[in-house]
């Protein structure tokens, strides 16, 4: 069944924004526990953010590859269960954060932690664990190869870009890289280990999740980061000089969120490459997704009908081009690879007649944003009378204020024009939101656990546009106990919202 073709609500809130005790939230206890409140207050849907590594500014949307998990996010007291690490040694820093998360400090923490316990595990198996380590192994092989392989080379190179890498390693010489591959197979087993334990783990999660009627929504973004195990290992997909640079960067022009636009600087595609091989690396990456996820967020949509092309080394995204998409060859490409394409396009921002009739020949749901809809009149699309059922329905997303913050910066006319539409006075205006998209006809809507809590400005998870304080909001277990979650679930029941008591 797809969640989206019922009534339903959930929750946006990214595992590392969970408690816990080693400076990030993860899959452990906490995980679990979230998923039983879930349950309890009749959420369907818990949405996060990409699952891979952080890049620059800590970012999600700037992994190191399509593919890989974070480390941040494995339990370690799950690998203590399998004696590969001691109470003693899983003792955190007392300079860790419960309401903050202090990347590069977690990072070290967990890395070496999780060296210590690959040393054990390769040391004495075991046959159980070392027939599922082999296994894994073999089924990830398409990306886990290239990504060990890279992540070692990276840190042997002074973490310098590939690109400055030795020309063999470069080009990917064949005797080169088994050279490599020979020199550096400790390391690479540590990077294959760590993912290992990071498919099991989340696969755990989410059948835990799936049995008490929660289902798991990612985030696909659309770019993949320069300095990645994918742009290396497929140098003829992407927009790259003959030295391996890129040639052109994505980004997005000046919008509502900056009036110098977004400079992602992301390579972009080469998609009459893409279109040659049967958008394979596409079918593959997606089809990784689907296997991770019941439901996948699809970033920047409109990026499939044309894309903003920016030349490197562009101080901004000001002067970039539209450039067209792959359009409907890549989406006819993954229906005659799966079943059906259980998305939600990402479809906001400057969004053309084009993008509308992609989304729509491929029956995918659209973002309905409630914080947009108060800047003009009643023809905004973003009033909750405009929606239609095949829609998901948010108050905000990662990239807004919370609603208390957004109210509390909103001008004068979209105040005005929120209390008569919302007939609301402004008090718990979170409430009277969240209130409003529930009763929509939108089969989906999801709230930011920031709303739910009646959290301000000091909350939000980003600000874009800027490089720096992001990504790291966490919930602490005082914030949680204040949480309202009768009137959650009492949400959810009047507007037939909670599949498990219909």
């Known amino acids: 069944m797809n969640p989206l073709s019922i009534r339903s609500s959930g929750i946006l809130l990214h595992p590392t924004s969970l408690p816990g005790p080693h400076g990030c939230g993860d899959f452990g206890q906490e995980a679990y526990r979230f998923v039983d409140w879930l349950e309890q207050t009749g959420q369907s849907l818990w949405q996060m953010l990409p699952l891979g590594e952080v890049g620059p500014g800590n970012s999600p949307y700037m992994s190191s590859s399509a593919f890989a998990g974070n480390l941040m996010l494995v339990d370690l007291h799950a690998l203590e269960e399998h004696k590969w690490l001691t109470p003693d040694e899983l003792v955190a820093p007392l300079t860790f954060s419960g309401s903050r998360v202090d990347y590069p400090a977690v990072i070290a923490f967990k890395t070496g932690l999780l060296r210590l316990a690959a040393g054990r595990f390769f040391a004495q198996p075991g046959k159980r664990m070392g027939d599922d380590y082999a296994a894994f192994c073999v089924r990830e092989k398409h990306w886990l190869d290239d990504f060990a392989l890279f992540k070692a080379l990276w840190a042997h190179e002074s973490w310098r870009d590939w690109c400055d ?175 059906e394409l259980p998305i939600i396009a990402e479809d906001l921002g400057l969004i053309t007649a084009e993008v509308i009739a992609l989304r729509d020949k491929f029956n995918l749901p659209g973002m309905r944003i409630l914080q947009f809809a108060f800047g003009e009149d009643e023809r905004n699309y973003f009033l909750p009378h405009h929606y239609t059922a095949n829609a998901v329905a948010y108050t905000g997303t990662h990239d807004n204020d919370t609603s208390i913050g957004w109210w509390h910066r909103a001008s004068t006319h979209e105040r005005e024009f929120a209390q008569s539409y919302l007939r609301t006075d402004g008090q718990e205006i979170n409430w009277v939101m969240m209130g409003a998209l529930s009763a929509s006809v939108a089969n989906a809507v999801i709230f930011p656990l920031q709303d739910v809590l009646g959290l301000d400005s000091a909350h939000r998870m980003n600000l874009p546009g800027t490089g720096s304080g992001n990504w790291e909001w966490r919930i602490t277990p005082e914030l949680i106990a204040s949480c309202d979650s009768a009137r959650l679930a009492g949400l959810a029941y009047r507007d037939k919202r909670d599949p498990r008591r219909l």
């Open 165 to 339: 890498w030795p020309e063999d390693l470069v080009r990917r010489d064949p005797k080169a890289m088994a050279k490599a591959a020979r020199q550096h197979a400790d390391e690479i087993e540590f990077w294959k280990f760590c993912q290992w334990c990071f498919d099991t783990q989340w696969k755990a999660l989410r059948k835990y999740a799936n049995e008490r009627g929660v289902y798991l929504v990612g985030d696909v973004p659309i770019f993949v980061a320069y300095q990645s195990a994918d742009v290396w290992a497929h140098q003829e997909l992407f927009e790259l000089d003959e030295r391996g640079r890129c040639t052109v960067v994505a980004g997005v022009p000046p919008d509502y969120f900056s009036a110098t636009g977004q400079l992602w600087g992301n390579p972009l595609y080469r998609w009459a490459a893409h279109q040659a091989s049967g958008y394979g690396w596409w079918i593959a990456r997606l089809r990784h997704a689907f296997n991770l996820f019941d439901l996948v967020r699809v970033d920047h949509f409109r990026g499939f009908a044309d894309y903003w092309a920016i030349p490197a080394g562009a101080p901004n995204a000001i002067d970039g081009q539209w450039m067209p998409g792959p359009g409907e060859a890549l989406f006819e490409a993954l229906l005659g690879a799966f079943k």
